[in-house]
């Protein structure tokens, strides 16, 4: 290694080779015009470089030529340097300064090969050279390595000697994951550049340990993700993946065994519960006439096995079975899809109805009592029920493989999406007219006698049975109904928006804190599936941080037809786009930008226009932008009542890639994940589409969580709590401010 340029360097050179050094030069100058080869070139310079100094003096050089960074001064990055323009490859001889576009890595690969070979002959030969003094006391690795080039990381001096004077440790074996020992090097490094002594062994254990129950959860995470997790768990009848809620050995086994990506039944739970705990024999693939043909769970796996993928991709592993065993195949599979070597560009699977908690327990569910106020058109979606009987979830499922449609909603049986700790039941209807209530019962939710018709809304609200109420009366009514339900201490689930702005909603807040009952915007979204794995996936970071988010919510609300009266284009019901449309593009720009735990929930800085509709003066098209500064992301969002959503609905930005929403936002059944080639390039060069699919409309997720909440004696969402709809409603305020929407007087109820 040379910390000198080439001119001194080769002015040693030139004086130690004294007169070799003509010989020395012609042969230089033979290989560099190619008169000689590599390998002469290097025979004939061993003949002229024949002490260990002039050996280290000619490799130096060749350094020096070729590794300009080992004349830079040490690496001090600015923190928010600008990257140079993309690195150039570019010959360097003869030497002409440092560049700062080349690498300065003296490991390179490319500089190996041109420093003197060191076989075990020349080895031999250099041991035997004369012993020439180093000219510098420590031996240093370069003041900059890659890691610290790449991080920007300036490396510490370690007790007093120049950084990098300790061997460079790892922080893994290349066969199994990191090991005590690895742990014990780097926390010694660490203590030395702070120049502490070094640590207790304990110290060490109990970071391993730390980083054990890390990994635990990262695993737990993914398996959460991946489809084999809950259906598995949650229909296996025998080895169960779990004890309470600790994952067990066989709940790992199936996470590094099973991807849903190389199963092309879009089942992993299916291939799970086919294979079962031991590997197949031959003719003992699917078995589940010999298991119990009246268990559920087998009568599905029946159903799973008539679905030809499962059984085709099950054909094929028994061909197969004298190759490697199907449990290496899948692990083979598995670990080709991890490192992305045999991914098709566009990859796309189907995640089956995940847990919005891992439930485990098996014990009876709650009963969850519902008071449903208003007979609407949301309050129909919501509580949209299915007869519920027992053999209802088999029906529901085989329903739901075969055409992935259905209308229920709140009362389908909730073990068709993995729920087990809740049932929830309607206990009463409120409406403005008793026979609109019973209407509903009939009609909506199955015709039970045992449920109760009001023709009021407060009758509901002092009905003791009822234990949480539904508002899904117009945006501007949710103020003063659901008070009017907190003030009776009933938990609330009220529709977005929560209330007609921000004031309202403190207001709202405090009574609820004041009467301690739980209160919530039914913004159903958040809670769907798409949202959860979206999130994970920000979480995860391989997308980098978020740096834009587009969405858009419109509707076609045929708005010169449609009465004035209509709730959408009415101001006194708080009519147009923004109330109505503009909670789900902003709950995007929740869920990307404002969730990012370092944005530390401050509220956006909002820019705004609208475009008002003549005919009752709402806003027909608001288009709002929200800057996050401690993210330096922005989203750009917008709705409309007169022009039909587009697709996809909603696009994150990363350096390193997109997430795309499809159409509808507010409950998409689908996303896809681009992956750029290099970050920033915009060359997309893998995708993934993931598909979920569930039984109802989507509503019951929030609703599950409304019941949880209140069963563990919370009093608000850590999902989608108070400050998210406080941040949507002042959002709103600004918008409608900016935008010169300004609603009739009496409306607002407080200001
Ligand atoms: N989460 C979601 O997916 C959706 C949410 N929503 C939200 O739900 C709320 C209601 O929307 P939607 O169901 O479409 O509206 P609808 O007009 O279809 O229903 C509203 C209901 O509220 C009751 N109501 C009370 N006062 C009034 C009033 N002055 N005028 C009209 N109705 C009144 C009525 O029930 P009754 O006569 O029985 O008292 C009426 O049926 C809105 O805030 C909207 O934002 C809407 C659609 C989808
Ligand atoms: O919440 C909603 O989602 C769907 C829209 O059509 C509806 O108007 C809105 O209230």
Redesign the pocket.
């Known amino acids: 290694m040379s910390l000198e340029s080439t001119a001194t360097i080769k002015g040693k050179l030139a004086a130690g080779l004294g007169h070799k050094a003509p010989r020395y030069w012609s042969i230089f100058q033979a290989f560099l015009s190619a008169k000689i080869s590599r390998n002469e070139f290097d025979e004939e310079i061993r003949q002229c470089v024949d002490t260990s100094q002039l050996v280290q003096l000619h490799n130096a050089l060749i350094i020096s030529i070729f590794d300009p960074s080992a004349h830079l001064v040490p690496f001090s990055p600015p923190p928010d340097a600008p990257k140079g323009p993309p690195r150039k490859r570019r010959r360097l001889l003869p030497y002409q300064g440092p560049d700062p576009h080349e690498p300065t890595s003296l490991r390179s690969a490319r500089l190996k090969r041109w420093i003197v070979g060191v076989g075990r002959r020349e080895r031999e030969r250099i041991r035997n050279f004369e012993p020439v003094a180093l000219t510098y006391d420590k031996q240093p690795r370069p003041e900059e390595d890659e890691i610290a080039r790449e991080r920007g990381v300036q490396l510490l001096p370690e007790r007093g000697d120049p950084p990098g004077s300790r061997p460079a440790l790892h922080l893994a074996s290349s066969a199994r994951g990191f090991t005590l020992q690895h742990i014990t090097d780097r926390i010694n490094l660490i203590c030395a550049q702070h120049n502490l002594s070094a640590p207790s062994k304990n110290v060490s254990s109990l970071m391993a340990l730390a980083f054990e129950t890390k990994l635990k959860q990262l695993i737990s995470q993914a398996l959460a993700l991946t489809t084999a997790s809950h259906a598995i768990t949650s229909i296996h009848p025998s080895a169960p993946h779990s004890t309470g809620n600790r994952l067990s050995a066989s709940a790992f086994d199936t996470l590094f065994t099973v991807s849903p990506a190389v199963l092309p039944s879009r089942s992993a739970a299916a291939m799970r519960l086919a294979l079962g705990d031991n590997e197949p024999r031959d003719d003992e693939v699917l078995t589940s006439d010999r298991r119990e043909p009246n268990e559920p769970s087998w009568q599905l796996l029946a159903l799973l096995r008539e679905r030809s993928a499962v059984n085709q991709s099950l054909q094929s592993w028994r061909l197969d079975l004298h190759g490697p065993t199907v449990r290496s195949k899948l692990e083979i599979a598995h670990n080709a899809r991890l490192t992305n070597s045999v991914l098709s560009t566009s990859t796309s699977f189907t995640v089956p109805l995940q847990s919005p908690t891992v439930n485990m327990v098996s014990e009876q569910p709650t009963v969850f009592r519902w008071g449903v106020?208003?007979?609407?058109?949301?309050?129909?979606?919501?509580a949209k029920a299915s007869h519920r009987r027992d053999y209802q979830f088999l029906c529901i499922c085989i329903f739901m493989l075969i055409t992935s449609i259905n209308e229920q909603d709140m009362l389908v049986n909730p073990k068709s999406r993995d729920v087990r700790d809740i049932v929830h039941k309607v206990v009463a209807v409120?409406?403005?007219?008793a026979e609109?209530?019973q209407n509903?019962i009939d009609k909506v939710i199955g015709g039970d006698n045992a449920i109760k018709a009001y023709g009021s809304?407060a009758e509901v609200y002092a009905d003791p049975d009822v234990d949480a109420v539904y508002i899904?009366?117009?945006?501007t009514?949710?103020y003063v109904n659901a008070c009017e339900a907190i003030k009776a201490k009933k938990h609330v689930l009220v529709?977005?928006?929560a209330t007609t702005n921000a004031a309202e909603f403190k207001a709202m807040t405090a009574l609820a804190r004041e009467h301690g009952v739980f209160l919530m915007e039914?913004m159903?979204t958040r809670f769907q599936p798409v949202s959860r794995s979206v999130r994970r996936i920000i979480d995860e970071g391989t997308l980098g941080d978020p740096v834009m988010v587009h969405a858009d919510l419109s509707g076609d609300f045929d708005i010169d037809n449609i009465p004035k009266t209509h709730?959408i284009l009415d101001p006194q019901?708080g009519g147009g786009a923004l109330?109505?449309l503009g909670p789900y593009p902003l709950v995007w720009a929740i869920i990307s930008l404002y969730e990012q735990p370092i944005n530390n929930r401050e509220l956006p800085t909002v820019s705004a226009s609208i475009v008002k509709t003549p005919l009752t003066g709402v806003d027909r098209t608001s288009t709002f932008i929200l800057t996050f500064p401690p993210l330096a992301a922005q989203a750009s969002l917008s709705c409309s009542i007169n022009i039909p959503p587009c697709n996809p609905g909603a696009t994150i930005r990363f350096r390193n890639g997109n997430i795309l929403i499809p159409s509808p936002i507010?409950?998409p059944k689908s996303y896809t994940v681009q992956y750029f080639d290099r970050p920033g390039s915009g060359t997309v060069e893998r995708e993934e589409t993931v598909h979920v699919s569930f039984v109802g409309g989507g509503?019951h997720f929030q609703a599950d969580e409304v019941a949880r909440c209140v069963k563990s004696g919370k009093l608000e969402s850590m999902i989608w709590g108070h400050d998210k709809t406080l941040l949507a409603m002042t959002v709103f305020d600004e918008v409608r401010r900016q935008g010169g929407y300004v609603l009739p007087e009496g409306v607002e109820k407080v200001n």
């Open positions: 106020i208003s007979t609407g058109q949301i309050a129909t979606a919501f409120g409406s403005r007219s609109s209530a509903f809304y899904g009366t117009p945006h009514y949710h529709e977005k928006p039914a159903w709730r019901l109330l109505d507010y409950c509503w």
